[in-house]
Structure formats: C-alpha cells, structure tokens
C-alpha cells in the first residue's frame, strides 16, 4: 500500500505497547465520611412585612455540587441568596434559635 510516495505498514500500530487492562473494583469499599454540607437549611422561613417570602425551605447542597436557582420574578431568589449569605436570618422555631 502507497501513500503520498511512502510505503505505509501492514499493521501500523504494531510497535506500540499495548494498553495493560485496569484493576478490578474493590467489592468492599471502605465507607466515606458524612461529608459536611456547605450550604444546610431545614424548614426556614423568611417573612417580608406580613408575608412569608420564603417558608419551611429545607435544602442541602454538598461541597463541589453545581446547583441553580431557577424561578420566576418576585419568587424568592434574591431573598434565598440574602439567606444563605447571611443578610437575612430565618424566623426561629418555637425554642430554638435562627441559625
């Protein structure tokens, strides 16, 4: 076989070591820690004069995670950022403190 005036090889991968498979999986991993959360919320509630803006929104999102914040105008988004950025604190349940 011809290409281009060079005689090109029957087999043109025959000099290249071949790829040595990947181990197996271990069948018994090790567990993984409960990984702390960067962002937590468990039933908080934001209210705005007399209206609940945000209410009862619990959310976990993990370190790493990509997440969006979708929705329509006056829904909220601005208001949920306030609160994950601490503008803003959640009303506190009956004996206990806004976290």
Do not use: W
Not at 49 to 68: F, K, N, W
């Amino acid at each position: 076989m011809v290409a281009r005036g060079r005689r090109v090889p029957r087999r043109p991968f025959s000099g290249i070591d071949p790829i040595s498979p990947l181990p197996a999986p271990n069948p018994n991993p090790l567990p993984q820690p409960a990984a702390v959360p960067l962002i937590e919320l468990d039933r908080a509630t934001v209210v705005r004069g007399d209206a609940a803006v945000l209410q009862a929104l619990s959310l976990r999102i993990e370190a790493g995670q990509h997440t969006a914040i979708l929705g329509a105008n006056g829904c909220g988004k601005s208001t949920f950022i306030k609160l994950i950025s601490r503008e803003l604190y959640p009303l506190a349940r009956e004996g206990q403190t806004p976290v």
